[in-house]
């Protein structure tokens, strides 16, 4: 069989009855020839190995001769490592590995935010970051601060126990015609109404306006305006199949602050009484597709791990190469081994003319050399984890959501690990947990348009709890967020993920709301000159390790 990547490798090795360190399928993958390296290396072992060693391997392959002549990062002696280092700056080893446990946080987002959500390393000074996520939706703890990590190597992980399963890769079928966008919204409505229905005793606007007046009726609705009176009330106009109908929620119901959170386009459910010429329908109650208080999430039978990160931003100047070296080194030890999956949210590489001037603070100017940089960078990641990767708004991919995933010249740039692409947003089901991973450009629009208690950049958790309660990931169309017409709504949540996974905002934050864990992961890149210009002050290299058995979270920082 071909081993063009490590995963290849780690399965031959498996197959022929044998276990093998990491650097030592990484050195067997980087050779020009893997399976005659393989071969070779077998015939010298001692008959009573069974776990092949980087040495092994070394005693038979010239470590020095990788592609572009790059040496290993195991060979001690090379100088630079510019095939697993990049040459961005020298590798720094023992990160700091946060454990523990801490205060608990209310299931439904209530409560103090999570520490690091401001960037913040509170506790000791000693740039600690917090840890560990409790099933109430708390996420806290403490690192070592002393550059420490735990010792020994990783444990290869077994492949016969590994399940991946992705859903999200679309093949985009729009035409910008005027019936495809009719088309999109009008699934948008069927999906999510059969979330309302239950719930509400629904009449079409048709019925309704046949309605006497005092009658009690309920509808669900799209939301097309949002206005207040002058009295102050609040006026909101849904939209069904049939037509629009106006709903008046007054200002002194409990329900009014509901309205803070609407946004345009978004379906929701009212009931209420009729005005006496039942023009107009009185809203007593209001309702959004939302997530059940009841939901109890899937875990794994096994204990195993996932690393949730996002927003690498290769190519920049401000990439954080050091930090993402001390971050693949430590997936390499013993602390790191059931972390056997690596989800990436977006963002891979800085991207060319993402934004004014950006030019100017790019470290590498060509879009397909930063995706064989990004690739590069990858190989530093223990050949037996699974990676799965999806867009965002600085990859090389249409900006209209949903975002396809890359084409298959991107794809073979990024062979080096056989990792997994799909589209933007995706659900990732790994070991039978539903992880929704999306790489978040809505978030601008939600903390935008809704209250700073509802949303912000400092707790980006929050607007991730808000697209979760209206059940679709970027529910406002014709702002910020481009969307694309296709014919089917792919951003509606049907199903509820256990796991809710974005970036984009690079600021960290999570929490549990109605018992799904939120994860916003930071990012890998200090703060550029655009990025002071709009005040945006980053959470830099942080990740966060999710136990798939138990969905509780531990920080890890390595800034």
Not at 210 to 229: C, H, K, L, W
Not at 511 to 529: E, F, P
């Amino acid at each position: 069989m071909p081993l063009e990547t490590p995963v290849h490798v780690a399965n031959e090795l498996a197959s022929r009855g044998y276990n093998a360190e990491p650097e030592a399928v990484t050195l067997l993958a980087s050779t020009p020839d893997p399976a005659g390296a393989l071969d070779r290396t077998l015939e010298t072992v001692p008959d009573d190995v069974i776990v092949l060693t980087a040495d092994h391997v070394k005693e038979v392959v010239d470590t020095r001769s990788r592609s572009g002549g790059s040496p290993t990062r195991t060979d001690p002696k090379s100088s630079p490592d510019t095939s697993a280092h990049p040459p961005d700056g020298p590798p720094s080893r023992d990160p700091s590995v946060s454990t523990g446990t801490g205060d608990s946080e209310p299931s439904d987002g209530g409560g103090a935010a999570a520490v690091e959500t401001g960037g913040s390393r509170s506790g000791t000074g000693d740039g600690s970051a917090t840890g560990s996520a409790a099933g109430d939706g708390s996420a806290t703890g403490s690192a070592a601060g002393d550059g420490s990590a735990a010792g020994g190597g990783r444990t290869p992980a077994d492949p016969a126990q590994q399940s991946v399963a992705v859903e999200g890769d679309i093949q985009s079928t729009g035409t910008g015609e005027y019936s495809d966008f009719v088309a999109v919204f009008r699934d948008r409505y069927e999906k999510l109404s059969k979330q309302l229905r239950g719930r509400v005793n629904h009449r079409p606007t048709d019925a309704i306006e046949s309605m006497p007046g005092n009658s009690e009726a309920a509808m669900v609705g799209m939301v097309s305006d949002i206005r207040s009176t002058a009295s102050g009330h609040w006026l909101v106009e849904l939209e069904d199949t049939n037509g629009t109908f106006p709903c008046l929620v007054m200002k002194d119901r409990d329900i009014a602050d509901l309205v803070n959170e609407l946004l345009l386009d978004e379906v929701i459910a009212v009931d209420g009484t009729l005005a006496d010429d039942g023009g107009i329908l009185f809203v007593d109650s209001l309702y959004f597709p939302e997530i059940p208080r009841t939901y109890e999430p899937s875990t794994a039978d096994r204990e195993v791990e996932a690393a949730l990160i996002s927003d690498v931003h290769v190519g920049s100047q401000e990439f954080e190469a050091d930090a993402w070296h001390r971050f693949t080194d430590w997936l390499h030890t013993a602390d790191a081994d059931r972390v056997e999956y690596l989800l990436v949210a977006g963002d891979m590489v800085e991207g060319v003319g993402v934004y004014p001037n950006q030019d100017e603070e790019l470290d590498i100017v060509d879009i397909y050399e930063q995706y064989e940089r990004f690739s590069e960078y990858l190989k530093e990641v223990p050949g037996d984890m699974e990676i799965i990767m999806i867009p965002g708004n600085h990859d090389a991919v249409r900006l209209a959501e949903p975002q396809p995933a890359f084409d298959e010249e991107l794809r073979d740039i990024m062979t080096a690990h056989d990792a997994r692409i799909s589209g933007n947003p995706s659900t990732v089901t790994v070991e039978g947990v539903d992880v929704l991973m999306y790489h978040g450009v809505s978030l601008d629009e939600v903390i935008a348009e809704l209250p700073d208690e509802k949303a912000s950049y400092d707790e980006p958790h929050k607007p991730m709890y808000q697209l979760l309660k209206k059940r679709h990931v970027a529910p406002q169309f014709g702002g910020q967020t481009r969307l694309a017409p296709e014919e089917e709504d792919y951003l509606v949540m049907e199903s509820v993920p256990d796991i809710f996974h974005t970036g984009h905002v690079h600021k960290l934050g999570y929490g549990k709301y109605h018992n799904v864990l939120a994860i916003n992961s930071g990012c890998w890149q200090a703060q550029t000159d655009f990025q002071k210009s709009v005040n945006i002050d980053p959470d830099v290299a942080f990740a966060p390790i999710v136990s798939l058995d138990t969905l509780d979270l531990r920080i890890h920082d390595f800034e």
